[in-house]
Structure formats: structure tokens, C-alpha cells
């Protein structure tokens, strides 16, 4: 049962994958096509968005299909922060005055805390439940929010917010879209570590229990709904943090970081890479941008074979492409 | 406010509600007989409406692109049941959203190649177009009262189809035991193809209606969709009761909401900011009530299977 | 109460018009085996699961180690020494063996709750697990999947679990179902000892084994329990021989 070959050629394709990544911008400064660095950050930022979903989604066996809500959240605090410190407005002066801030530590950890904040009543709700209906209640909520975006106009509204110029971070030139690129590639391995640390823990060995058997996850003592909600936190903060890179990625936040094409695209990477695998969402993300790029340059229409590529995978491929180039997946 | 406008706004929520449930009766059929979460329903809604368009444009019949929106709704819906659907009753929930989540981006993006990205503008029938009187002094357009007629008109033979008829009773059956149905021999899968249509033809009937009040284009069935979401999970996923009950509701305290909020907002904090702010509470309004349901009735108003 | 170890007063619980559990009182005293028989249908599983929290009875108590346990989850009960096996196996089936034990240990130390440090490295773990395994005879199994165990094999990891979880009672549901002659007989040895760790309220269709472990028994019918006693005023009593031996032997 236990495949020695099959675990070492997905460590393999694992280093495979984090190697091209971080090689990718360095092939594109030595073409000369700098826009190749920013499809590396867009991969590297989606990559870290599903590792949070894949917390939840992979482990837990919940899924979510709102998860946008959280990477819209964290693209609107660094929205918001930003426009509030470039304009030097204060967003609120009781108990103490704060002026937002165009510093990325600052911001991840208001994105971060703000998803916190946000999925604790969501998941409170949601996991009261189960199933289908856990899909379409997290789709709802994170819709609520999406229409909430949409009809407040404070920060743009339908419109969107834009961010003059990218936040900084102390030591790095934010600007430089190569620094930029390695902060989010540096990001997405603290957080692929995180991933392999709680998927090995007590408290992984619980979650992924009550993905299994909820029943007996309970019959030893352990009560599915605290494990999960904590990990549909943790799963919101890692996503939220992705969408404020996100937004400095693009130097604009919109609601349709909040839609729900959004929640299901997240979806999508993971099951493109491979679920529940460590770099599942790293294959899942590198692989759905370059589809956008390459179908996309062949025709205006790249969502349609999209679609049939993924209505493939999903009838024939189960496993994705770690799946498909490691095989079976290995649990012990 | 007058009691005229209230009137109007009532009957636009019933109209809502009305619309809501013709797509949520078939979403909860689907779900309550093959166990399938499906996504690519708001396509269907879509090509329902688009072939109204087309057919009503060419030969100049609102009726007859009444008509091919149900042909072509059900024959999509067959097709896809045919050729994908049945291929997912037996995996997890996952794969069938993902699965159905790729059919809408086919759907959406073939939509998009055929028809372009222009929207279509769909007439109201010259039959219907008058309006009505109604007591206290206001007018109410006849089409939208006709909404009204046939989503009620449905529900009637909904109830009907299911409770009177050999059919009705194999989806009952369907919905308890499907292992008893097959052992009673019945064409399962015929069966599933027949209610996957007929879901997918009161979704293009949903489509088409409503594509003469709004603009039909590409994407328009999503918004619908997901509030179909909301009203089968009030409601109880699987209780076509509770899809009338949760799509009436959900209707009323949206079109309601809207009118409502705003004003009540601005009696209190000026006109301009209690405007903005009743606006932006109205539009989280039906989810705050669906969390509000779920909190204390965890499987909704109706659970099928409780 | 105080020598009792749980006990169970006046359990009712319907399904429309079905009375599953009409009025059950149960005692469970240190160091016995009180086995619980009945035909089928007669509602034992579902008065195992509303003793161990799965099913909200509609009026009735449980009290366990003295404590009144009525309102807690299926989870808190355990915490509190309550463990169970199911009638049909209940287990995480991508974990192997020893994971599967592994989460009953992590449970009893409290400690779910920590997010770092690999699991499989942590002998505070998987020893006493490995423990367990060695006393119910599967540790040459240990890394196999539960998916990929025996029906027989998966029954003792069950009981395997019950034991790591420091059990204070057991419940056992048919634990020897589906058992071939050499592992009832095995099991029913194993349960012989067991019983002086905490006491068994066994649900067993196997009369030999019922008859040869069972300090009292109690016999439930249509919900009911016709009749309570020792092996031998069990045996001689006409209402059970005619509502149950009769049929059964």
C-alpha cells in the first residue's frame, strides 16, 4: 500500500514545479517579455488563494464555493488602506485615530485578521450544515458581500478602487515587479510550509478524520464542528491574505474579486492540480494561467475549451495533474 | 407613500418570487430525485431566453418564441443530462459543482459565439402589453400580472403532475427509494432524462418570460440561479413546497427591502446617507433572512427528508 | 447511583408512529458485561446510539459516573470515557490502523488543538496506540489502511479505539458480527477480561457468546424491555422464550 515510488516522484514534481516558478521571471527578464513576471505573480498569488481554500477543501472535505468573499476581502483592505494613507483621511478616529497604511505587513495582517473576523459567522452558520446545502450557503454569503460591495459607493462600488501605486514593504522595492514577484513567491512557501505542517498535526490528523468519517471523528471525543471552524478560518485568512496581494498585483480591487466565478475558479485549481495535495494548488494555478494565456492568445473565446478541459478533468481525470503524473494518492 | 405604490410593490415581489420558483421547483426536482447539485441551471434559464429572442425576432411571434424556449431549454437540458449529467449522480458533490460549473462556462462563452456580446431585446406580446387598474388608484402592467397567472398556473400543475399522475408517483418513488423504483422495473434513466428536462424547460420558460422585462444577454441566469440557492435552502432542498414558500419570500422581502429600507434609513439619518445605506443593507437583506432561517431551522422550512 | 456506572432511565424515542424506544431503564454496574438482546427491529441500536449521543431521545435520561449526560453531544459523551463500537464499521478509512488509534490517544490528551509537529513522529502517540493495536491483536496491521482491513480486523480496531480512549464504559453493537468461529471465539475471551477495565453493554446476536460473557441480561422487544435478570432466570423466563428464544433457537 505504501507506494515508496509514487511519494518520491511527487516530491520530485513538487520541487519540479516550485523550481519553474521561481525560474519563470528570470527566463522572462533574459526574453525580455517583463509581462512573463507578472503571469509568474498572478500563478505564485492564485497558487496561495487555493492553498487556503485547500485547508478547508482538501483536508476538511469542506466545500466551500465562497471563498472569493475572502479574497475580495483582502483586496479591499489593501484597497481601502491605500486610499485612505494616499489621501491621508482618517478611516476612523475613535478609539485612536488610524489613516490606513501603504505598508504590506500592515495590510496582510489586517486582511488576514479582517477574513478572520468575517468567516467565523459565516462558518458558524455554514457548518451547522452539510453537504449541499454547505455549498450553496457559503455561495450566498459570499454573494452578500459581493452585492454588498456593489451597492456601496464609498470605495467605487460597481466601479471598483484603484491603488495609485503598489504598497511597500520594508527593504524591497515593491515597484520593481521582480521584487514583487519574489515577496509573493516567499509568501506562498511560508504558507505551502504552513500546509504541510497542519496536514501532519493533531489537529490535521482531526480535520482530515472528519473529512473521512464525521462519526467517528466524534465517537473518539473530538467535536467535527470546533475543528472545522478554526480551519475554515485559518483557510479564509491564507485566502484573504492572496487577494491583497492580489489587489497590489493589479493596483485595483473590484467586486469581481468577490464574484462567485471567483469562489469557483479557486475550486478549480485545486482540482486542476490534484486535491488535498500539498502542491496541488501550485500545479492547479500554474497551469490554469497558462491556459488563460495560451488559449486566450488563440482565441476571444479560451473560456469555452476551459470549460471542456475542465469538464474533462473532472470525468476522467479525477486526481488532476499531480494525480495524473504521480498517481494514487498516499495516506498513512 | 401611497398605498398604490405599496400594491405595485407587493405584486413586483409576487412576480420575483413567481420567477424564482419556476427556477427553483426544477433545481429542488433535480436535486430531490438524482441527489444533483447543478449549477448549469441558470444556463438553461439562458438559453430559454435566447431562443425566445431569436424565434420571436425571426418569425415576429412572441408565442412562437414562447414556445421554442421550452423546445430548447428541455432539448438542451436532455442533451446535457444525456451526455454529462448521468455521469455524476453516483460521484460527490464536488465533482458534480465542478462539473456543472464547466458546463456554464461552455454554455455562457458558446452563448457568446453564437449570438455575440450584444444584448437581445425581447418585446412584450401586444396582447399583454396594457396595463392593469388597480384598487386605490395605481396601473400595473397586464405582463407582469400574467407572470404572476403562470408561475401560480405551474405550481397548480406542479402539484398536480406530482401528486395524480404515474409519473409524479415514479419522481415520489425516485425521491425515497431508488432502488425500489428500478426493482419495480422503471426505466430509471429514462426517468432521470424526463425530470432533468422538464426542470430545464420551466427554467427556459422562467428565461423567456422575464427576457421580455429585462435585456437577454450572456450571464443573465446567474444572479438568478444563486437566488434560487437561497430560496431552495429556505425552503428545504428537495420540498417543492418549500421552493414556492422560499421563492415567494424571497420575493417580497427583496423587491420590499428595496423600496423600504432606503426610506426607513432616511427618516433617520437624512435623506442622502440613509438612502445609500438602506440600499446597501437591502441588497444583503434575503441573506441575512436565509442565515437567520438556517440558525434556527439548520435544513430549512420544508426539509424533504427529515 | 454511586454503584453504577451508567445508567438509564426511562428512554422513550418514536419515528412518526413507531415506538422505537418505549420507556428503557438500563443499569450498567462495574465489572460486568450486561448484554442487550432482542429480534431484529426490536430498537437496539437505536437506543446505543441515543446512549451515546447520536440520537436525542424524546424524553427520558442517561446518567454516566454519576453525572447527568442527557444534554451532551456524541463527542462529549466520549470525552467523558463513553466509548462505542458500531454495528457497522465506523472508522477514518484512508488513515491506517494506527492512525485510526492515533486520533482516540490525541483525544484523550486534549490536544487537537496543536498545529505543528508531525503527528507520526510523536511517540507520545504512537506508542500507547501501537499498545492497543498489540492487545487486540492487529499489530502486525498497524499500517494498513482501515479501507483495506477485514470486516473481522476492523471490529477489533474498534475496539481498539474504545480502549485508547480510556473507555470508563463500553458500548459494544454487535462486535461480533460477521465473525468467523475462530474470531468469536477469540473476541469472546478478549471481552471476558475487558470487562474488569470498565463495564460492556453488549448488543450480540450470538447467543453462545451472549450466554457464555453476560453477568445479566436484558431482553428488549418492540422497544421494550420484557425482561432483566441473570443468564439463568433470562433462559427459563416464558415471556422471552416465547417472544425470542422460541424464535431464534
Same mark, same amino acid.
Given at each position: 500500500?505504501?507506494?515508496?515510488?509514487?511519494?518520491?516522484?511527487?516530491?520530485?514534481?513538487?520541487?519540479?514545479?516550485?523550481?519553474?516558478?521561481?525560474?519563470?521571471?528570470?527566463?522572462?527578464?533574459?526574453?525580455?517579455?517583463?509581462?512573463?513576471?507578472?503571469?509568474?505573480?498572478?500563478?505564485?498569488?492564485?497558487?496561495?488563494?487555493?492553498?487556503?481554500?485547500?485547508?478547508?477543501?482538501?483536508?476538511?472535505?469542506?466545500?466551500?464555493?465562497?471563498?472569493?468573499?475572502?479574497?475580495?476581502?483582502?483586496?479591499?483592505?489593501?484597497?481601502?488602506?491605500?486610499?485612505?494613507?494616499?489621501?491621508?483621511?482618517?478611516?476612523?478616529?475613535?478609539?485612536?485615530?488610524?489613516?490606513?497604511?501603504?505598508?504590506?505587513?500592515?495590510?496582510?495582517?489586517?486582511?488576514?485578521?479582517?477574513?478572520?473576523?468575517?468567516?467565523?459567522?459565516?462558518?458558524?452558520?455554514?457548518?451547522?450544515?452539510?453537504?449541499?446545502?454547505?455549498?450553496?450557503?457559503?455561495?450566498?454569503?459570499?454573494?452578500?458581500?459581493?452585492?454588498?460591495?456593489?451597492?456601496?459607493?464609498?470605495?467605487?462600488?460597481?466601479?471598483?478602487?484603484?491603488?495609485?501605486?503598489?504598497?511597500?514593504?520594508?527593504?524591497?522595492?515593491?515597484?520593481?515587479?521582480?521584487?514583487?514577484?519574489?515577496?509573493?513567491?516567499?509568501?506562498?512557501?511560508?504558507?505551502?510550509?504552513?500546509?504541510?505542517?497542519?496536514?501532519?498535526?493533531?489537529?490535521?490528523?482531526?480535520?482530515?478524520?472528519?473529512?473521512?468519517?464525521?462519526?467517528?471523528?466524534?465517537?473518539?471525543?473530538?467535536?467535527?464542528?470546533?475543528?472545522?471552524?478554526?480551519?475554515?478560518?485559518?483557510?479564509?485568512?491564507?485566502?484573504?491574505?492572496?487577494?491583497?496581494?492580489?489587489?497590489?498585483?493589479?493596483?485595483?480591487?473590484?467586486?469581481?474579486?468577490?464574484?462567485?466565478?471567483?469562489?469557483?475558479?479557486?475550486?478549480?485549481?485545486?482540482?486542476?492540480?490534484?486535491?488535498?495535495?500539498?502542491?496541488?494548488?501550485?500545479?492547479?494555478?500554474?497551469?490554469?494561467?497558462?491556459?488563460?494565456?495560451?488559449?486566450?492568445?488563440?482565441?476571444?473565446?479560451?473560456?469555452?475549451?476551459?470549460?471542456?478541459?475542465?469538464?474533462?478533468?473532472?470525468?476522467?481525470?479525477?486526481?488532476?495533474?499531480?494525480?495524473?503524473?504521480?498517481?494514487?494518492?498516499?495516506?498513512? | 407613500?401611497?398605498?398604490?405604490?405599496?400594491?405595485?410593490?407587493?405584486?413586483?415581489?409576487?412576480?420575483?418570487?413567481?420567477?424564482?420558483?419556476?427556477?427553483?421547483?426544477?433545481?429542488?426536482?433535480?436535486?430531490?430525485?438524482?441527489?444533483?447539485?447543478?449549477?448549469?441551471?441558470?444556463?438553461?434559464?439562458?438559453?430559454?431566453?435566447?431562443?425566445?429572442?431569436?424565434?420571436?425576432?425571426?418569425?415576429?411571434?412572441?408565442?412562437?418564441?414562447?414556445?421554442?424556449?421550452?423546445?430548447?431549454?428541455?432539448?438542451?437540458?436532455?442533451?446535457?443530462?444525456?451526455?454529462?449529467?448521468?455521469?455524476?449522480?453516483?460521484?460527490?458533490?464536488?465533482?458534480?459543482?465542478?462539473?456543472?460549473?464547466?458546463?456554464?462556462?461552455?454554455?455562457?462563452?458558446?452563448?457568446?459565439?453564437?449570438?455575440?456580446?450584444?444584448?437581445?431585446?425581447?418585446?412584450?406580446?401586444?396582447?399583454?402589453?396594457?396595463?392593469?387598474?388597480?384598487?386605490?388608484?395605481?396601473?400595473?402592467?397586464?405582463?407582469?400580472?400574467?407572470?404572476?397567472?403562470?408561475?401560480?398556473?405551474?405550481?397548480?400543475?406542479?402539484?398536480?403532475?406530482?401528486?395524480?399522475?404515474?409519473?409524479?408517483?415514479?419522481?415520489?418513488?425516485?425521491?425515497?427509494?431508488?432502488?425500489?423504483?428500478?426493482?419495480?422495473?422503471?426505466?430509471?434513466?429514462?426517468?432521470?432524462?424526463?425530470?432533468?428536462?422538464? =426542470? &430545464? @424547460?420551466? %427554467?427556459?420558460?422562467?428565461?423567456?418570460? $422575464?427576457? /421580455? +422585462?429585462?435585456?437577454?444577454?450572456?450571464?443573465? !441566469?446567474?444572479?438568478?440561479?444563486?437566488?434560487?440557492?437561497?430560496?431552495?435552502?429556505?425552503?428545504?432542498?428537495?420540498?417543492?413546497?418549500?421552493?414556492?414558500?422560499?421563492?415567494?419570500?424571497?420575493?417580497?422581502?427583496?423587491?420590499?427591502?428595496?423600496?423600504?429600507?432606503?426610506?426607513?434609513?432616511?427618516?433617520?439619518?437624512?435623506?442622502?446617507?440613509?438612502?445609500?445605506? =438602506? &440600499? @446597501?443593507? %437591502?441588497?444583503?437583506?434575503?441573506?441575512? $433572512?436565509? /442565515? +437567520?432561517?438556517?440558525?434556527?431551522?439548520?435544513? !430549512?422550512?420544508?426539509?424533504?427528508?427529515? | 447511583?454511586?454503584?453504577?456506572?451508567?445508567?438509564?432511565?426511562?428512554?422513550?424515542?418514536?419515528?412518526?408512529?413507531?415506538?422505537?424506544?418505549?420507556?428503557?431503564?438500563?443499569?450498567?454496574?462495574?465489572?460486568?458485561?450486561?448484554?442487550?438482546?432482542?429480534?431484529?427491529?426490536?430498537?437496539?441500536?437505536?437506543?446505543?446510539?441515543?446512549?451515546?449521543?447520536?440520537?436525542?431521545?424524546?424524553?427520558?435520561?442517561?446518567?454516566?459516573?454519576?453525572?447527568?449526560?442527557?444534554?451532551?453531544?456524541?463527542?462529549?459523551?466520549?470525552?467523558?470515557?463513553?466509548?462505542?463500537?458500531?454495528?457497522?464499521?465506523?472508522?477514518?478509512?484512508?488513515?491506517?490502523?494506527?492512525?485510526?488509534?492515533?486520533?482516540?490517544?490525541?483525544?484523550?490528551?486534549?490536544?487537537?488543538?496543536?498545529?505543528?509537529?508531525?503527528?507520526?513522529?510523536?511517540?507520545?502517540?504512537?506508542?500507547?496506540?501501537?499498545?492497543?493495536?498489540?492487545?487486540?491483536?492487529?499489530?502486525?496491521?498497524?499500517?494498513?489502511?482501515?479501507?483495506?482491513?477485514?470486516?473481522?480486523?476492523?471490529?477489533?480496531?474498534?475496539?481498539?479505539?474504545?480502549?485508547?480512549?480510556?473507555?470508563?464504559?463500553?458500548?459494544?453493537?454487535?462486535?461480533?458480527?460477521?465473525?468467523?468461529?475462530?474470531?468469536?471465539?477469540?473476541?469472546?475471551?478478549?471481552?471476558?477480561?475487558?470487562?474488569?477495565?470498565?463495564?460492556?453493554?453488549?448488543?450480540?446476536?450470538?447467543?453462545?457468546?451472549?450466554?457464555?460473557?453476560?453477568?445479566?441480561?436484558?431482553?428488549?422487544?418492540?422497544?421494550?424491555?420484557?425482561?432483566?435478570?441473570?443468564?439463568?432466570?433470562?433462559?427459563?423466563?416464558?415471556?422471552?422464550?416465547?417472544?425470542?428464544?422460541?424464535?431464534?433457537?
Amino acid at each position: 500500500m505504501r507506494d515508496g515510488q509514487a511519494m518520491s516522484r511527487e516530491t520530485l514534481i513538487n520541487i519540479l514545479l516550485a523550481a519553474a516558478l521561481l525560474a519563470l521571471p528570470f527566463v522572462a527578464i533574459a526574453m525580455e517579455e517583463p509581462f512573463y513576471i507578472t503571469l509568474a505573480t498572478r500563478m505564485a498569488i492564485l497558487a496561495l488563494a487555493a492553498v487556503g481554500l485547500n485547508i478547508a477543501l482538501g483536508l476538511g472535505g469542506l466545500i466551500s464555493f465562497g471563498h472569493a468573499a475572502f479574497f475580495g476581502i483582502g483586496g479591499y483592505v489593501a484597497g481601502i488602506f491605500a486610499s485612505h494613507a494616499f489621501n491621508m483621511e482618517p478611516m476612523f478616529s475613535a478609539p485612536f485615530e488610524f489613516s490606513g497604511s501603504d505598508q504590506m505587513p500592515v495590510i496582510w495582517l489586517a486582511a488576514m485578521l479582517v477574513s478572520v473576523f468575517v468567516a467565523i459567522p459565516i462558518g458558524a452558520i455554514s457548518l451547522r450544515t452539510s453537504g449541499v446545502y454547505f455549498i450553496m450557503i457559503t455561495l450566498a454569503f459570499a454573494q452578500m458581500i459581493y452585492y454588498f460591495a456593489i451597492s456601496w459607493p464609498a470605495y467605487g462600488g460597481e466601479d471598483g478602487l484603484s491603488i495609485i501605486t503598489r504598497n511597500g514593504f520594508p527593504g524591497v522595492n515593491t515597484a520593481n515587479p521582480l521584487s514583487f514577484f519574489l515577496l509573493c513567491y516567499g509568501v506562498l512557501a511560508v504558507a505551502l510550509l504552513m500546509f504541510w505542517l497542519i496536514q501532519n498535526s493533531r489537529f490535521g490528523a482531526a480535520l482530515q478524520a472528519g473529512r473521512q468519517n464525521e462519526q467517528r471523528l466524534a465517537a473518539v471525543g473530538i467535536a467535527p464542528f470546533r475543528i472545522r471552524l478554526v480551519a475554515f478560518a485559518i483557510s479564509a485568512a491564507i485566502t484573504g491574505l492572496a487577494g491583497a496581494l492580489f489587489a497590489d498585483l493589479n493596483r485595483f480591487v473590484s467586486p469581481s474579486m468577490l464574484s462567485w466565478h471567483m469562489s469557483g475558479e479557486l475550486i478549480v485549481l485545486i482540482i486542476l492540480g490534484g486535491t488535498a495535495r500539498l502542491f496541488g494548488p501550485v500545479a492547479g494555478a500554474v497551469l490554469f494561467v497558462l491556459f488563460e494565456f495560451a488559449l486566450g492568445g488563440i482565441t476571444e473565446h479560451w473560456q469555452f475549451f476551459l470549460g471542456l478541459i475542465l469538464l474533462g478533468v473532472v470525468l476522467f481525470a479525477r486526481g488532476g495533474l499531480i494525480g495524473l503524473v504521480a498517481g494514487k494518492a498516499r495516506h498513512g | 407613500m401611497s398605498t398604490a405604490l405599496l400594491i405595485e410593490q407587493i405584486l413586483n415581489g409576487l412576480q420575483f418570487g413567481v420567477m424564482l420558483f419556476l427556477m427553483a421547483a426544477g433545481l429542488t426536482l433535480i436535486f430531490g430525485v438524482m441527489g444533483l447539485i447543478n449549477l448549469a441551471h441558470g444556463s438553461l434559464y439562458m438559453i430559454g431566453a435566447f431562443a425566445c429572442a431569436a424565434v420571436a425576432a425571426a418569425t415576429g411571434s412572441f408565442w412562437l418564441g414562447l414556445v421554442a424556449s421550452l423546445a430548447a431549454a428541455a432539448a438542451a437540458g436532455a442533451l446535457v443530462e444525456l451526455v454529462v449529467i448521468r455521469r455524476l449522480y453516483d460521484r460527490d458533490h464536488l465533482d458534480q459543482v465542478l462539473a456543472t460549473f464547466a458546463l456554464i462556462l461552455i454554455f455562457s462563452e458558446g452563448t457568446r459565439w453564437l449570438f455575440g456580446s450584444f444584448p437581445l431585446y425581447l418585446d412584450i406580446p401586444s396582447a399583454l402589453s396594457g396595463a392593469v387598474q388597480l384598487p386605490g388608484g395605481g396601473r400595473y402592467p397586464l405582463y407582469r400580472l400574467t407572470i404572476i397567472g403562470v408561475g401560480i398556473a405551474v405550481a397548480v400543475g406542479l402539484y398536480l403532475l406530482i401528486s395524480k399522475t404515474r409519473l409524479g408517483m415514479r419522481i415520489r418513488a425516485g425521491e425515497s427509494d431508488r432502488e425500489m423504483i428500478a426493482a419495480l422495473g422503471v426505466d430509471i434513466r429514462t426517468l432521470y432524462t424526463v425530470v432533468f428536462a422538464l =426542470g &430545464a @424547460a420551466l %427554467a427556459g420558460l422562467a428565461g423567456a418570460l $422575464v427576457g /421580455a +422585462l429585462q435585456s437577454v444577454q450572456v450571464g443573465m !441566469g446567474e444572479p438568478v440561479l444563486i437566488l434560487a440557492f437561497v430560496v431552495i435552502v429556505i425552503g428545504g432542498i428537495g420540498s417543492i413546497k418549500g421552493a414556492l414558500v422560499g421563492a415567494i419570500l424571497v420575493g417580497l422581502v427583496d423587491t420590499l427591502g428595496r423600496f423600504l429600507l432606503p426610506k426607513l434609513f432616511a427618516a433617520f439619518m437624512g435623506p442622502a446617507q440613509g438612502a445609500t445605506a =438602506g &440600499a @446597501a443593507i %437591502a441588497s444583503m437583506l434575503i441573506y441575512i $433572512v436565509m /442565515a +437567520l432561517i438556517l440558525a434556527f431551522r439548520p435544513k !430549512g422550512l420544508f426539509a424533504a427528508n427529515a | 447511583m454511586a454503584d453504577t456506572v451508567l445508567s438509564i432511565r426511562d428512554l422513550k424515542k418514536t419515528f412518526g408512529a413507531l415506538k422505537a424506544t418505549d420507556g428503557v431503564s438500563i443499569d450498567l454496574r462495574p465489572g460486568e458485561i450486561h448484554a442487550l438482546i432482542g429480534p431484529n427491529g426490536a430498537g437496539k441500536t437505536t437506543l446505543i446510539h441515543q446512549i451515546s449521543g447520536s440520537i436525542k431521545p424524546d424524553s427520558g435520561s442517561v446518567h454516566f459516573l454519576g453525572e447527568d449526560v442527557s444534554r451532551l453531544g456524541v463527542a462529549a459523551r466520549a470525552r467523558r470515557g463513553l466509548g462505542r463500537s458500531f454495528q457497522i464499521s465506523s472508522l477514518a478509512p484512508e488513515f491506517s490502523a494506527l492512525r485510526n488509534v492515533m486520533l482516540a490517544v490525541q483525544s484523550r490528551q486534549g490536544s487537537s488543538f496543536r498545529f505543528f509537529g508531525p503527528v507520526m513522529a510523536d511517540k507520545s502517540l504512537t506508542e500507547p496506540a501501537m499498545a492497543m493495536l498489540e492487545r487486540t491483536g492487529l499489530a502486525a496491521r498497524a499500517q494498513v489502511p482501515a479501507a483495506a482491513l477485514s470486516h473481522g480486523e476492523r471490529r477489533q480496531l474498534e475496539i481498539a479505539i474504545a480502549l485508547a480512549l480510556g473507555s470508563k464504559a463500553f458500548l459494544f453493537d454487535e462486535p461480533m458480527a460477521g465473525m468467523g468461529p475462530e474470531g468469536s471465539k477469540a473476541l469472546t475471551a478478549f471481552l471476558d477480561t475487558l470487562r474488569h477495565e470498565a463495564p460492556i453493554l453488549l448488543v450480540e446476536h450470538d447467543m453462545d457468546a451472549v450466554f457464555a460473557l453476560a453477568d445479566r441480561i436484558s431482553v428488549l422487544v418492540y422497544g421494550r424491555i420484557i425482561a432483566s435478570g441473570t443468564v439463568d432466570e433470562i433462559r427459563n423466563d416464558p415471556e422471552v422464550r416465547r417472544a425470542y428464544l422460541g424464535e431464534a433457537s
